[in-house]
């Protein structure tokens, strides 16, 4: 059944419009995570989580249990989370230390951080003239088809051919070097907590809303406008308010037709860039203390490059949302059709003096933390979404917001002026997400 669906799916993907069956049917979610997510480079963790031999987590690829590691090496690799013997996890917490090998706590076969067989108890008696032993590939823990590394941050893809890393990001690959250029020691190291949201909803609908501009003076309108009162009466009193109140007060201040003011690009793969920086660089003492560790670092030209880059979001597809300007990442393991686990990361500016990174913090419990107001205006419209999807309201869902307006050069497809609030990157994404699943139009 689900093979004779697959032809229909070219009719489920049109310029301005998808069919509501692309977030609701538990057989597309299936293809979805055999075409995109278990084919293309995802997200698995930063270098700096596991920076001693043995230090492991573990990560959702599509379905698919894994482990990302540090090996003896000083490599990175990423394994299947599975014994080669019976299936076994090999790993059950969600991060910790394997010691000098790998130990399935079954049956006590060893592995070698890369995965390699190391030892089976009683090999020689118990496995003699088997198929079994050391040369066999087969008893060794399964690694990723490729690994590769973009300044410190790992992806893994579980196919064996497709374009490098690098290739892949493209242009996009801006969000990882305006991060780590915005530390003196031109690289960032991840704080090791996480937030982890389990979403309601299809793990599109979180990606959609990451650029669509047009949403937050509308949804986040009631804390903004809360947050910015009482920054207001701050001001009034003392002189001036904390920068914190203007990370929550700009969902008031900047109205609707200011986000027209910003511009989207539209990459091939489905990524996206929204430009426009929340102007969260006071010329205050925090900050010129900051500027001036910069101008030893990289020079007072260069400084002012990194410092000017004017980038609010980006969203490399189908996985992660990155916030470069305030070193926040946000990764996305779809866990069914109608449910979603994001994981909040962010990170530290190696070199920059720490109020700077109280600044990156403030933003990650303000905005992207799940007891925030922000977080939990989009979660409830994600939820809504997912409800309305599954009725017999409608059949579409529109993408139509300045939809032929947008221009296109080199495969790069931008919003036209005072068009920030296009639906250009939703249209973008439906298309990567067409071409992946075999039926682009």
């Known amino acids: 059944m689900l093979q004779e669906r697959i ?6 993907v049109e310029p301005d419009r998808v ?3 692309v977030y609701t049917d538990p057989q597309i979610f299936e293809l979805e995570m055999a075409r995109i997510h278990e084919k293309v480079w995802i997200y698995c963790g930063h270098e700096s989580q596991v920076p001693k031999a043995g230090d492991y987590y573990t990560v959702q690829v599509g379905r698919q249990p894994m482990l990302m590691v540090r090996g003896k090496d000083k490599l990175v690799h990423v394994l299947y989370n599975r014994c080669p013997h019976r299936g076994n996890m090999m790993c059950g917490d969600r991060h910790g230390n394997t010691g000098e090998f790998f130990r399935c706590s079954y049956h006590a076969w060893t592995f070698q951080h890369d995965g390699k067989l190391r030892s089976i108890p009683m090999m020689e008696s118990g496995y003699a003239g088997t198929r079994y032993g050391m040369d066999n590939p087969d008893c060794s823990m399964k690694m990723a088809a490729r690994v590769e590394s973009y300044r410190g941050f790992v992806f893994a893809s579980l196919a064996a051919d497709g374009p490098t890393l690098k290739e892949f990001l493209g242009d996009s690959r801006i969000a990882f070097d305006d991060m780590c250029d915005r530390a003196p020691a031109g690289e960032v190291e991840v704080v090791p907590n996480c937030f ?22 509308v949804v986040h309108q009631s804390t903004g406008r809360a947050a910015h009162e009482v920054e207001k009466d701050i001001a009034k009193k003392t002189g001036k308010a904390p920068l914190s109140y203007h990370m929550l007060s700009a969902f008031a201040t900047v109205t609707i037709d200011k986000w027209d003011d910003f511009q989207t690009l539209n ?14 660089r006071p010329q205050d003492p925090d900050t010129l203390a900051y500027e001036k560790v910069m101008h030893k670092a ?6 002012e490059e990194i410092l000017g880059v004017n980038i609010h979001h980006v969203l490399i597809y189908p996985g992660l949302s990155v916030q470069s300007p305030l070193q926040q990442l946000r990764a996305v393991r779809p866990l069914g059709v109608d449910k979603t686990l994001t994981e909040i990361w962010h990170f530290r500016l190696k070199g920059a ?3 700077i990174y109280r600044r990156s913090l403030a933003y990650y419990n303000l905005v992207n933390s799940p007891s925030t107001l922000i977080n939990a205006d989009d979660l409830e419209n994600f939820w809504k979404c997912q409800q309305g999807l599954g009725s017999d309201g409608g059949d579409w869902v529109s993408f139509g ?11 790069v497809v931008e919003t036209g002026p005072g068009m920030g609030t296009s639906e250009a990157p939703m249209r973008n994404q439906m298309k990567a997400w067409a071409q992946y699943m075999g039926n682009a139009r």
């Open 7 to 12: 032809a229909d799916l070219a009719k489920f």
């Open 19 to 21: 069919r509501k069956e």
């Open 196 to 217: 982890r949201v389990i979403q309601h909803s299809n793990w599109k609908i979180f990606l959609e809303n990451q650029l669509d501009a047009l949403h937050p003076s």
């Open 267 to 280: 990459y091939p793969h489905g990524h996206c860039i929204l430009t426009g920086y929340m102007g969260l």
């Open 298 to 303: 990289y020079g007072k030209t260069r400084t």
């Open 353 to 355: 003096p720490e109020p």
């Open 401 to 411: 917001r300045y939809h032929g307006r947008d221009l296109e050069k080199d495969g």
